[in-house]
Each structure stands twice: as structure tokens, then as C-alpha cells.
């Protein structure tokens, strides 16, 4: 994400593990002199764009029959691949894939990107058609995969060195790998309970790791509370210091809930952000749900409704952090923040009858590295709705295409991508030290906000910069994961 603000950067570099291997017609290799080492350069030229993705890639060279796709299986089994790209550089036989679409549970794409725009039809030869051929064996492998009990594998169709749809293609499905990557190994911290009476919020961890792969840490706010209790004063006026450096501070303004960021608030989110990071070390996690209220005037309802400076600073870092306990928007965010389009935890507001546009927001956490302005620490008397009071965060996000993600539960206990895409348009926001972006979803905001609950999303959504919904769609599909884009 380009932004000309502070960043936060990420706290662990994004990468996939992506497996690649050609197919081809053994017979070839014999009638035509010079055509596998073509095609092998036609290969490795696709391994190369894909490596300039950040990934790491794993080529397995050319299979050109059964044998050599035998072969090949418990290889691509062994390399904990992501994704695996099949190259189509020539016409392939399906027995160079059948046994692979049977026993690999690994995403698999087809690539059929021909060297040349067209065939050269006054010198054309068969040696050149066939060069040129990769769409040729794609429905017979479509096919196959059905008939392996697969869906139709999805496919990257053009030219393969001056075809910009080809390569934001290619772009989409190693950022897909990068979600996918993280997704399967994540640990997840699950803390506290649900804010009472929240009925959409209830989540079982076992159907999270069942869906997604991520396991779900059960953990304690002790365990944070040992660290709040601890001697780290070097290390929250460390923390003070970066947080008036990233955040803006101004002065009182018509909510009588608010006030100018004090000392003391600074001081505890200081405190409670240090506290957190030390936690989520101990605990090697990689996200975190949580909602505890505590008793009135002890430590621990100071620390746990204090969490709010020091979780958005995490969740911009690539940790994302979900209030009320809400694990299923805390995925989401993970999706949105490895697809580097940002990920704030957000749900509909106020509508605006008068521009057509509803606010979108949250008391937090965000993704500050998608504001598009200096964000804002206001001192809060009280948090509407739960305990406590202290620093709260307020910004909006910048303006332009947005994409909302909101995973719900339905009734068979399986989970929905509940997906729609937007404008961030510019507009006066509350001072109430929250998060609020007017979002523009067509000419009947009405309509649009009846389509959007009538599909059962969780009140609470994944909130990013851009046009994503359909690869976040894809995404879902390679998941096994029910999705719908709520369209104007």
C-alpha cells in the first residue's frame, strides 16, 4: 500500500510457497528438434514473473506423461506448497495431471499464455503452432478435474510477455497464495467472551481451523495483565513517543465525551500497548478476538478497555486485532491486510439521506496505514455501549474504490463471504473518537443496505482500499467457502 503518511511497517514479510511445473506430449520431443528446451525457456520465463511476486517458487521442470506425473506427486506433496501453477507450454495429454487433480489438496491454476499474439499465418508451421498451443489441452485437463472430483481449475489466459490482464493476474493469484500461506499456519488469539446478548459474534473455534486452517488460541487476560503489572518504563515512553509521532492530538471539540488527549490516557495506552506486545510474543500469535469487561476500578478493566491505541498499531503491522470477540472479522482482516489492501475492523453507521452515502466506521481497531489524513487520539470520558474510558482512535479512511468483507454464519453452520465494493467519498466526519468514511454504494443506498443483510452477514466487516470482491471471492472458492458480492 502506497500511502505518503507514517506507516507502520509489517512485522513479518509476506511470502508462499508456489509450486510450477510445465506439461507436454513426450512424442514431440523426438518429431521436432530443439522444442523441449523451447519450451523449457518458455517455463522457466514463468517462473521468473512469478518470483517477482516476493514468493518463493518451487519449478519442478516439464511432466510429459503419466509416469512422470507419478512421479511428480509426492514431490509437489512434500514441498507444502500454497498454490501450484500448471503451465500449459504445449498441447499435454490429461494423464500428465489426472493423478495429480486426484491426490493434491493444494489450489491449482492453469497458465495458457501462447509466446505469440497470433500465429505468423504466411510462415506458419506445425512446430510454431504447437510452440503456440498452451490453450490447446485446457478443456480436456477442465474436464478431467470434474471428473476427478474437482472443481474446474480457474485459468490465466493472454500472452506471455505483453499482456498486462495476464500479469495483474498472475499478481492476484500469488497474493491469494500469500493469504493462503498465512491462513493455514495462523495462530489466532481468542480472549475474554462476547459482548452479552451478541448473538452474531458466537463462533466455534474448530469450524475456523476447519475452514481456513488457522488455529484458535484460547487465552486468559492474566496472561496480558503480568505484563501491564511489570517495570517497562523505558519501554512505554518509547511507546509514547511513537504514538505522538504517528497520531495527532487536537483540541476539545462538540462531543461532551470527548476531550483533548490527556497524560494519563497516553500514559495507560502507552502502557496497555506495551503490555499487548509483549503478550502476543509470549504467545506467538498471529491476530487476536478478544472482548473482557473486568471489575469496576481494578487494573485489569484499566488495562483490557485500553487496548484500543495499542491493537491499532498492531493490526497496521499486518497483526489484526477484532474487538467484541469476533474471530470470524478477525480472518477477514487477515485476508484484507496479506492482500496488502488494509483490513479495519468496521460496521455500518449513520446514513446520510442527503448525499446517499452511509458512515462506516468503528471505535476501533484500524488499519492506519489506509487513512489519508494524520490520524487523531481524542481522550474518551466514556466508550458508548461497554466500560471504560480513556484514548480512543479517529481517522477516515482514503478516498477512492473500497471493499467490504464480512464473513457470517448460516444456519447449517457453515461460513459466507458476504462481499461488496464501494466509494470512500469525502465528507465531514463525527469528532467523536471513532472511525467514520461516507460510503458510497450506487445511486439507492436503500436498496443497496437491504441486498447487504438480506445475505446474513456478521454486523461487524473487514474494511479495505480497492476493488478486491471478486479475488476475495476467488479466494473463497479455493477455501470451499460459500460467497456472494452484494452488487448496487
Request: hydrophobic share 40%; proline share 5%.
Amino acid at each position: 500500500m502506497e500511502n505518503n503518511l507514517l506507516s507502520i511497517p509489517r512485522r513479518k514479510p509476506l511470502t508462499a510457497n508456489i509450486g510450477i511445473f510445465g506439461v507436454g506430449h513426450y512424442t514431440y520431443w523426438g518429431q521436432f528438434d530443439g522444442m523441449l528446451e523451447e519450451l523449457t525457456g518458455k517455463l522457466n520465463y514463468f517462473c521468473g514473473k512469478v518470483e517477482k511476486t516476493g514468493v518463493a517458487v518451487h519449478n519442478f521442470g516439464i511432466i510429459d506423461n503419466a509416469a512422470g506425473a507419478a512421479e511428480l506427486l509426492p514431490k509437489l506433496q512434500a514441498a507444502n506448497l500454497d498454490l501450484v501453477f500448471v503451465d500449459m507450454v504445449t498441447y499435454a495429454t490429461s494423464s500428465t495431471i489426472g493423478t495429480i487433480f486426484r491426490n493434491l489438496n493444494v489450489p491449482i491454476v492453469l497458465v495458457a499464455l501462447q509466446p505469440l499474439k497470433a500465429m505468423d499465418y504466411a510462415n506458419g508451421t506445425t512446430y510454431m503452432q504447437l510452440c503456440n498451443d498452451d490453450f490447446c489441452s485446457v478443456p480436456e485437463f477442465c474436464g478431467v478435474a470434474l471428473r476427478m472430483g474437482r472443481s474446474v481449475p480457474p485459468l490465466i489466459l493472454g500472452h506471455r510477455y505483453e499482456d498486462p490482464e495476464a500479469d495483474a493476474d498472475i499478481i492476484r493469484w500469488c497474493s491469494i497464495a500469500k493469504v493462503l500461506h498465512d491462513l493455514k499456519t495462523a495462530r489466532i488469539g481468542h480472549l475474554g467472551h462476547t459482548l452479552e446478548s451478541m448473538l452474531d459474534m458466537h463462533t466455534d473455534p474448530t469450524a475456523a481451523t476447519a475452514a481456513f486452517g488457522a488455529h484458535i488460541v484460547q487465552c486468559e487476560p492474566d496472561q496480558i495483565l503480568q505484563f501491564y503489572r511489570g517495570d517497562f518504563a523505558a519501554e512505554i515512553e518509547s511507546k509514547k513517543k511513537q504514538i505522538l509521532e504517528f497520531f495527532d492530538t487536537p483540541n476539545h471539540h462538540s462531543d461532551p465525551l470527548t476531550t483533548k488527549l490527556t497524560d494519563a490516557d497516553l500514559h495507560t495506552a502507552a502502557k496497555a500497548a506495551v503490555a499487548l506486545e509483549k503478550f502476543v510474543e509470549e504467545l506467538k500469535l498471529d491476530g487476536l478476538a478478544y472482548y473482557y469487561e473486568a471489575g469496576a476500578e481494578t487494573p485489569m478493566r484499566q488495562l483490557v478497555t485500553n487496548l484500543i491505541v495499542g491493537n491499532s498499531l498492531l493490526t497496521s503491522a499486518g497483526f489484526p486485532m477484532c474487538g467484541e470477540f469476533d474471530l470470524k472479522t478477525c480472518i477477514a482482516m487477515m485476508i484484507m491486510d496479506r492482500l496488502e489492501i488494509g483490513g479495519s475492523f468496521a460496521e455500518f453507521h449513520v446514513m446520510d439521506l442527503n448525499t446517499g452515502t452511509i458512515l462506516v466506521g468503528h471505535d476501533g481497531p484500524h488499519h492506519l496505514n489506509i487513512a489519508d489524513r494524520k490520524p487523531v487520539l481524542r481522550s474518551l470520558k466514556k466508550y458508548h455501549g461497554k466500560p471504560g474510558s480513556g484514548a480512543s482512535v479517529e481517522f477516515n479512511i482514503r478516498k477512492g474504490p473500497i471493499t467490504m468483507l464480512s464473513i457470517g454464519i448460516q444456519a447449517n453452520g457453515k461460513f459466507k463471504f458476504v462481499l461488496a465494493e464501494g466509494e470512500s467519498k469525502e465528507g465531514p466526519i463525527p469528532p467523536t473518537g471513532n472511525t467514520n468514511t461516507h460510503g458510497y454504494f450506487g445511486k439507492d443506498i436503500r436498496g443497496f443496505l437491504k441486498r447487504w443483510v438480506a445475505e446474513g452477514p456478521t454486523h461487524h466487516f473487514a474494511l479495505g482500499i480497492g476493488h478486491h470482491a471478486e479475488t476475495i471471492q476467488s479466494l473463497a472458492g479455493v477455501l470451499g467457502v460459500d460467497s456472494v458480492i452484494v452488487k448496487e
